[in-house]
């Protein structure tokens, strides 16, 4: 069966440090793969986009990585802050690239000051 | 420019009754969703549409309905509601050219706090 994977439900990561989380997904052949990011009681917002056929995506202090051979997205946030706190979801379309964007249950990060 | 516009933002139902969540967007997406998001299940797909008039099943559509008479409104169906169907509920709407993995970023609502008693 088709699964998404954040593999942590929760991560305590310093400040200043760099964290990373983690997206991996079996029966799958996605086309693209999103982050989003969601803070309580609040719908989530739309933060990366990277495509089957890009390596890395960068914004600003936000990385992310997508291995089709892994099947593995990685989500980097460099010098950390206590205001990238929030739960972080990634998002795939589905195996036969119809319409369905599918998401994982989220990482809660929390960066400690 | 209000994005998606999700309403009621809280609403308590006794069992069995029927409701209809709204929800309007105003930037000509094409393509709009509905998601349930529960305690350690993240979110899922109940319904989407990928443009007026076209409609189809997510993960979990069961016990629910959904319309796409315009571009703009995808209202959400809850015909006989159980406490099973209490969750927060999430609209979202993205541009789409069509099909092939093709749509980009997803803009969501505030979401809907259902609870059925």
Known sequence: SQKIEQNS???????????????????????????????????????LLIRENEKEKRKERLKVTFDTTLKQSLFHITASQPADSATYLCALDATDRDDKIIFGKGTRLHILP | NAGVTQTPKFQVLKTGQSMTLQCAQDMNHEYMSW??????????????????????????????????????????????????QTSVYFCASSYSRGGQG????????????????
């Not at chain 1, 997904?25 to 719908?43: E, F, H, K």
């Not at chain 2, 007026?52 to 069961?62: H, L, M, S």
Request: charged share 15%.
């Open chain 1, 9 to 47: 439900e929760a991560l305590n990561i310093q400040e200043g440090k760099t964290a990373t989380l983690t997206c991996n997904y079996t029966n799958y052949s996605p086309a693209y793969l999103q982050w989003y990011r969601q803070d309580p009681g609040r719908g989530p917002v739309f933060l």
């Open chain 2, 35 to 84: 998601y349930r998001q529960d305690p350690g299940m993240g979110l899922r797909l109940i319904h989407y549409s990928v443009g007026a008039g076209i409609t189809d099943q997510g993960e979990v559509p069961n016990g629910y309905n959904v319309s796409r008479s315009t571009t703009e409104d995808f209202p959400l169906r809850l015909l006989s509601a159980a406490p099973s």
């Open chain 2, 102 to 117: 093709s749509k980009t970023e997803a803009f969501f609502g505030q979401g809907t706090r259902l609870t059925v008693v």
